[in-house]
């Protein structure tokens, strides 16, 4: 295929500040910059087109750091990570992905993030899109897909047993569905609202943290889980609990907190990108996508993201 005309300027959300909330001070500006992939010797990086992008927590919560964000990310910026698109330049290394490639994938929190028409990507970080997977889908893989499948993939094996503490939310609905699809036995916390969601995705066990004591309710289990994955940051004792109902050789994985023992990283690893993308063609992992918004409504999105009870993802269409 030949190589798109690449414009100068594009649509893309930014913010200057985030005093107030993220979702309060992005503008729609239609002339921003396009990025320029890299021209230096070595790089593997795609110019995309994006066709739809989606949100996760790190997306305000980055930008909301204050001090520390300005120090990582400059302004004025446009948020997003996680995405979908048609590559329309490459750099001179890149063999694996062709101008016209139907990719998916995320991107670090950059000064140039994915609610934009153009972004730069480095090849290690996106797949083809695979036969049969929509946009959409595709778009709300990335951050949320890859945390729940490198949470989980390095610590199991098929018959143990695992609780994940949030199973309704992004990376709950994508947890439930890889631990089975890797053969686990699977408990999950989640609200009555969200109980026959999870025990669609494949969840053997629900507990109501609404009604019940989740630590408690563990430790009458007796050391018995293999892993236990953490979506949610509360009951504040769970961690400190889990070894009654961890097993000795047990791994605890927290996600979304701000507790010192978290610190979860998101590896480089398109081959694991690529396995997602198979297990969702092949019907294996259903994407969850809640609800569905136009680019004009970006603050929206945010607004829902912000309340903590979004039933999986929520997915931008950037053109």
Known sequence: MAPATIPTTMRAWQYTTTTGGIEKNLTLNDAASVPAISSRLGDAELLVQVLAASLNPADYKVPELGLVARAKIHTPATPGMDFCGRVVQTTRTVDDFAIGDLIFGRIDATQHGTLAKYIVAPTKTCAVVPEGVSVDEAAAVGVAGLTAYHAISSYVQPTNKIFINGGSG????????????????????CSPAKADLCRSLGADEILDYTSCNISEVLKTKGQVFSL??????????LYKAADDFLLPEGRFVQVGSTRKY???MIRQAPGDLKQLGQWIAEGKVKVVVEETYEM????????????????????????
């Open 296 to 319: 004009e409504d970006l603050p929206k999105a945010f607004e829902k993201l912000k309340t903590g009870r979004s039933a999986g993802k929520l997915v931008v269409h950037v053109a």
């Open 170 to 189: 992004g990376t709950g609905t994508f947890s439930i569905q890889i631990a089975k699809a890797l053969g686990c036995h699977v408990t999950v916390s």
């Open 228 to 237: 236990v994955v953490d979506n949610a940051g509360s009951p504040d004792d």
């Open 262 to 264: 978290e610190m979860f």
